[in-house]
């Protein structure tokens, strides 16, 4: 299955999640076995910010991977496209700046963001490429990104049995836990057709993002890209681009998170 057959128009993707929303987070716990509050721990320690600065949270959906900074005092935007997902979230939080927004054309002005992030959301974005560009364009120079996405698994047996849970129990899973089981359907799909790490890695490239470098977690089941927006008098984004070399696959410099 390539990504073409899995593209819909943001209004049904949109409609899809907004289906979701009430339960979105259960269910996530649920078909992850718990490992997504891991993931996202590892994300918040990547992006590193500190109190003053700004953080854009993209696809943040009900806000769940925006409250650690709120938490610490950091400015935190909530953005995501689907309306019923930041009403679940502002009616939970409602000291999150929750903003509704098409990932590939941002409602923000350039060089305003310390750090962006996304986490498992890039996938469901149909000019993926496009958003790559966008989150340069809003973030400050010498800013971070940090993505945390789906990928996949690096040793052969584990992405075998990886596929037959996504394909065959998640779904199963989902029919008994969610309102909507048929958005699950789609979700396994999308990322068993989403790019591994190399290519991902190869697009934030190709984006103009700087000193790329990736960490997998739970044996590539997901992995955690880095990059930075090049500074002012550094050259061309383009031209830095072409010149990054190979790209790091990053194990020990994002702070490893225990339980």
């Known amino acids: 299955m390539n990504r073409a057959s899995l593209e819909k128009r943001p209004d049904e993707v949109a409609t899809m999640f907004d289906d979701v929303a009430p339960k979105y987070d259960v269910v996530n716990d649920v078909l992850s076995m718990g490992q997504t509050r891991r993931w996202r721990k590892v994300v918040v320690e990547a992006v590193d910010v500190r109190p003053g600065q700004r953080v854009l949270d993209l696809a943040a959906g009900t806000g769940t991977s925006s409250e650690p900074y709120a938490d610490a005092g950091i400015d935190v935007v909530a953005c995501d496209f689907s309306l019923g997902m930041l009403k679940v979230g502002k009616r939970r939080r409602p000291d999150i700046d929750f903003i509704?927004?098409?990932?590939?054309?941002?409602?923000?002005?350039?060089?305003?963001?310390?750090?962006t992030t996304i986490s498992f959301g890039l996938r469901n974005v149909n000019e993926p490429k496009k958003a790559l560009a966008e989150?340069?364009?809003?973030?400050?120079?010498?800013?971070?990104?940090?993505?945390a996405e789906f990928s996949q698994p690096v040793v052969p047996l584990w992405r075998t049995m990886y596929t037959e849970y996504l394909m065959r129990a998640l779904p199963a899973i989902a029919v008994k836990v969610s309102s909507n089981p048929d958005a699950y359907v789609y979700l396994a799909e999308s990322i068993r057709a989403w790019p591994d790490q190399d290519h991902l890695a190869a697009w934030l490239q190709e984006a103009g993002w700087?000193?790329?470098?990736?960490?997998?977690?739970?044996?590539?089941?997901?992995?955690?890209?880095?990059?930075?927006?090049?500074?002012?008098?550094?050259?061309?984004?383009?031209?830095?681009?072409?010149?990054?070399?190979?790209?790091?696959?990053?194990?020990?410099?994002?702070?490893?998170?225990?339980?």
């Open 100 to 115: 509704a927004g098409d990932a590939t054309n941002l409602p923000f002005a350039d060089n305003t963001f310390d750090a």
């Open 210 to 259: 700087d000193n790329v470098t990736y960490r997998n977690l739970s044996g590539g089941i997901v992995a955690v890209h880095r990059a930075h927006k090049p500074p002012v008098g550094n050259g061309s984004a383009a031209s830095i681009a072409a010149h990054t070399g190979p790209v790091a696959k990053l194990r020990r410099n994002i702070p490893r998170i225990t339980r």
């Open 135 to 147: 989150m340069l364009r809003v973030t400050k120079p010498g800013g971070k990104l940090v993505i």
